[in-house]
């Protein structure tokens, strides 16, 4: 293993499984807080990762978790607002105690989660602001020391994802036409390998501190497409009635009431900014992006 180990925030969740198998393979050590170790046995058979179990998420849990790193990444989003879980304590509050802990605790190298659109001022949702205000914390941090990269992607793609696996469940459940809200919204879907390759890189690579790259897919499609794309691989011919705003928006405002709050008026006011990259930083990185025809047809199958 390198001297350096990695402590990761928001490990045990989509990306985070496949960053701990990219990080492994070239040589890194893990440390996964957890509050739940029993739920995640199988992170610990991942070679050099570690399960450090906390029993919260404040500055000393995390420090604790941090033992023996040089390098703090983290991962931890939500979309949406459940369980007592809120986008100011999850995008702001525990970026600002990460920071703090990573501070004390000697950590030099910081890779941070954020998402396309995100702007502390004019994000259109709670989701995008908070995400922005939180990305903004951890580029200040360069100030005090630490090296800091951002990843700005747009919705993200692989086996186990939370897109493509979540419509193609909903285009099995429900029969006849299929009422999408918002379906002229448009995507550039970044495979989850690229992502964690780019994390890889920037994570051995100094000249990458203090940089924010936006990462893109090769091809930009409406959400309608992506739905229809989605019906079309798993034999299902969808009939697709798109929404209108009025319309898109009062699903955001019933369905948020649903058990598990399938689509917020957040996500609707996500949804108003295009997911698109202005300059696809896996370019910059060196990383050809990946198409979903090279992928999703495999896991959906």
């Given amino acids: 293993m390198k001297n350096t180990q990695v402590c990761i925030l928001g490990g045990t969740g989509f990306v985070g499984h496949h960053l701990l198998f990219a990080l492994s393979a070239a040589g890194y050590g893990c440390h996964i807080p957890v509050t739940h170790p029993e739920r995640h046995r199988d992170l610990a058979l991942v070679p050099g990762c570690i399960l450090r179990p906390v029993t919260g998420w404040g500055a000393a849990d995390v420090g604790e978790a ?8 983290n991962l931890v989003g939500i979309l949406n607002e459940a369980g007592g879980r809120s986008f100011e304590q999850t995008h702001v509050t525990l970026v600002q105690t990460a920071l703090e802990a ?8 910081y890779l941070h989660m954020s998402a396309l659109n995100a702007d502390a001022e004019a994000g259109p949702s709670e989701y995008l602001r ?7 914390l951890a580029h200040a941090a360069g100030q005090r020391g630490i090296a800091v990269t951002s990843f700005r992607p747009s919705v993200i793609f692989g086996r186990g994802d939370s897109f493509f696996t979540r419509f193609a469940g909903l285009l099995r459940l ?3 036409p299929f009422p999408l809200a918002c379906p002229n919204a448009r995507f ?7 992502v964690v390759r780019a994390m890889v890189r920037c994570l051995e690579g100094p000249d990458t501190a203090g940089q924010s790259y936006e990462l893109c897919g090769p091809r930009t499609f409406t959400l309608r497409e992506l739905v229809e794309y989605t019906g079309a691989r798993i034999g299902r011919r969808v009939r697709v009635i798109g929404l209108n705003d009025r319309l898109s928006r009062l699903q955001g405002q019933v369905f948020q009431h649903l058990p598990g709050r399938p689509f917020t008026l957040d996500n609707y006011l996500s949804l108003q900014v295009d997911s698109v990259c202005a300059k696809n930083g896996l370019g910059t990185l060196g990383i050809r992006p990946t198409d979903i025809d090279a992928v999703v047809p495999d896991y959906l199958t």
Avoid at 66 to 73: E, H, P, S, V
Avoid at 130 to 136: D, L, S
Avoid at 188 to 194: K, N, T
């Fill in 66 to 73: 941090l033992a023996g790193c040089g390098t703090l990444i």
């Fill in 102 to 109: 990573a501070q004390a605790a000697g950590v030099r190298r």
């Fill in 174 to 176: 429900v029969p006849g």
């Fill in 188 to 194: 550039a879907p970044v495979y989850v390998g690229d």
């Fill in 130 to 136: 908070t995400k922005g205000r939180g990305e903004a």
